[in-house]
């Protein structure tokens, strides 16, 4: 069962590979490969979450090397729950591309491209050593770039350079304080860091946390560094999109902070009040300027940092009901952002445009769509019953808790905002009369995916109702809030 | 009708110079476990020789020696074969479980899969830095009215 955690990111490569030598003239073979490819690796992070949310964490080392010497792996209940979103979501994406991406030339790369990104993102979550998480974040972030560029437009090419500008002004910031923990401790594991970190000066620790911090928030969109995000998540082919929106930004980004905040620098608590302001400002910051974008994409990108603003301010708060927080709301935010960009992408697939001022009345003319689109909407908005009220209602009362009472206050106004942009496009987009509503609704495989997804939008506040709670979040949560090498390995000689 | 390419004194030197890069790249692949060097830098050094050959003959004459669509198959095969390396190593028990002979220590053969992820590596490498290089030199993006358009250019007039 243990080898099964290499495969989910060597199934991806293999695939890419694969699909880059045998089929690259042949966009129809090369899509149901890459669909069988990415639900090969779906089922066994699927078998793997089982195994680690019923037995505990994962431990692997490559090579059958001993302890300090082999590379590594490790699973434990907070990847796990990354680690199936993440395939979920991509599977999904993937059934969804087979037909959005007809309209684009040299679609078999695009497969490729897009395996090579998810082995990335499957490669920094099965790591344990932050040196391989930077590696596997150059792999997914290269193949990201050439993604967003891949309609060749004059606007996606300069999306795609600016966004490679910016995460490269991130990698070198994480790459030197790899150079740096690398020095000052002599290792390069987590867990092993953690402990070699009470010997450290606080300078030192602050200097550390201070670059890995700046790097990884570039990578989340955190607002002082976001200026990337709306070009690139807007100007990207809708599938690819979804994916960078909603896991991309998570898994690269939010994850690793994770990581860093809970896991690598447990004795600066200071860190968390900087997650709190950047939280704090990415959450009105993104909402105001959401509202007043024309381009509908471009108003979720905006959406997206907003959002990934609860889920820092969460982090931030910390204790058990912000960390509960900041997992529910990525499990909402996930399904609902993935759900409202292949949305526009049906959207444009039919009508061929994103501007809200071109868009009028598809209430009338594509009733489904409509239909998946609003509930993605409602779910980010935090209506009653989806995923995302539980999470903010949570985030909310952590905040009241710890005494941040206007931290509380921002999150209600901001959820207010949210749901007023949203308004704002059911307005002027969907619910507008048009005088002859024909009728076109988009193709069964676009709208299958966001069946799913829209069902997943639905019912993923399940996870908070006591006695599945504690098999699946708590567990995670509990590796955020004290995490020790020993807990995933009996007996380790360190 | 004009030569294509450099001067003869610059071909002439390319041509007796490159088989000598080659070995040289050669050599660094395969005896990256025992001596500084490994697939990477051999192949960057490989690749060096291709680039000679694109500056002093002309791309055309570097395509025909290695045509891009076998560079693009090579590229590929040499992820895969770096691949099927650590699954194989299923074999032994543990991904990129070393499951081959150990051999004579300092001989070629002295590493066990070491060599063959090495050789994996230098091919992949060779190939994807000279698709690289045919890309720069061939292919343009042109600016249109909706955008840019992707058009492989021929060769550059002199």
């Given amino acids: ?494 | 009708m004009k030569k294509k390419g450099m001067s003869e004194i610059v071909q002439s030197v390319a041509k007796m110079v490159f088989p000598f890069i080659v070995l040289y790249g050669i050599s660094l692949i395969l005896y990256g476990h025992i001596t500084p060097g490994g697939g990477f830098a051999g192949g960057v050094i490989l690749t060096g020789g291709f680039v000679l050959l694109v500056l002093a003959f002309g791309t055309d004459y570097a395509f025909r020696i290695l045509p891009v669509n076998v560079a693009k198959a090579l590229d590929s095969i040499g992820a895969l074969g770096f691949l099927a390396v650590a699954l194989l190593g299923f074999t032994g028990g543990a991904f990129f479980y070393n499951f081959l002979p150990k051999g004579h220590i300092f001989h070629l053969w002295s590493s066990g899969t070491i060599i063959i992820s090495n050789i994996m590596i230098g091919l992949k490498v060779v190939a994807a830095l000279f698709i690289a290089i045919a890309v720069i030199s061939k292919a343009r993006l042109i600016r249109t009215k909706d955008g840019f358009q992707y058009k492989q250019s021929g060769e550059r007039k002199r």
């Fill in chain 1, 1 to 494: 069962m243990n080898h099964l955690i290499t495969l989910t990111m060597a199934i991806y490569l293999g695939g890419a590979f694969l699909i880059s030598l045998l089929w690259r003239e042949n966009e129809t073979v090369a899509g149901a490969a890459a669909i069988s490819f990415v639900a090969l690796s779906a089922i066994t992070s699927v078998l793997l979450g089982i195994e680690v949310f019923t037995n505990g964490s994962i431990l692997y080392f490559a090579g059958g090397w001993e302890r300090p010497l082999g590379i590594a792996l490790m699973l434990d209940p907070l990847s796990a729950l990354f680690l199936i979103m993440t395939n979920v979501i991509a599977l999904l994406v993937t059934i969804y591309s087979a037909v959005y991406m007809k309209k684009y030339t040299w679609t078999p790369y695009f497969y490729v491209l897009f395996l090579i990104m998810l082995a990335g993102m499957n490669g920094i979550l099965i790591s344990m050593d932050i040196f391989n998480i930077y590696v596997f974040l150059e792999v997914a972030s290269v193949a990201s770039f050439m993604l967003v560029a891949f309609g060749l437009r004059a606007e996606e090419l300069e999306a795609a350079i600016k966004y490679t500008v910016m995460s490269f002004i991130a990698t070198t910031m994480i790459l030197f304080a790899i150079a740096l923990i690398y020095g000052f401790t002599g290792t390069l594991n987590i867990a092993r860091f953690m402990d070699a970190s009470a010997g450290l000066t606080p300078v030192h620790l602050w200097f550390l946390a201070g670059l890995l911090l700046a790097g990884f928030a570039l990578k989340a969109a955190l607002v002082p560094f976001h200026s990337w995000l709306p070009d690139a998540h807007s100007m990207a082919p809708a599938p690819v999109s979804a994916v960078l929106s909603g896991m991309f930004v998570k898994v690269a980004g939010l994850y690793v902070i994770i990581r860093v905040t809970a896991n690598i620098f447990t004795n600066l608590p200071q860190i968390r009040i900087l997650l709190l302001l950047f939280g704090a400002l990415s959450m009105v910051f993104g909402g105001l300027m959401a509202y007043g974008q024309k381009n509908i994409k471009r108003l979720y990108a905006y959406s997206t940092i907003s959002q990934i603003g609860y889920c820092a301010v969460g982090l931030g708060i910390g204790g058990y009901l912000g960390s509960l927080g900041v997992l529910m709301h990525f499990v909402a935010h996930a399904f609902s952002k993935a759900l409202l960009f292949l949305n526009i992408g049906a959207v444009e697939y039919v009508r061929g445009t994103v501007e809200s001022d071109d868009l009028k009345g598809l209430n009338d003319t594509m009733p489904v769509t409509t239909l998946f689109g609003s509930t993605g909407m409602l779910g980010i908005a935090g209506v009653p019953p989806m995923g995302n009220f539980w999470s903010k209602l949570i985030i909310i009362i952590a905040a009241v808790k710890a005494g941040y009472t206007g931290i509380a206050v921002l999150c209600i106004v901001v959820a207010v905002i949210t749901l007023g942009y949203f308004l704002k496009l059911q307005r002027t987009v969907y619910c507008n009369l048009t005088e002859s509503p024909v009728k076109k609704e988009a193709p069964k495989t676009l709208l299958v995916p966001m069946g799913i997804l829209a069902f997943m939008v639905f019912v993923s506040g399940v996870l908070l109702v006591p006695g599945i709670r504690e098999h699946t979040l708590d567990k995670a949560v509990a590796v955020m809030e004290n995490f020790s090498y020993v807990d995933i390995t009996i007996g380790d000689n360190r």
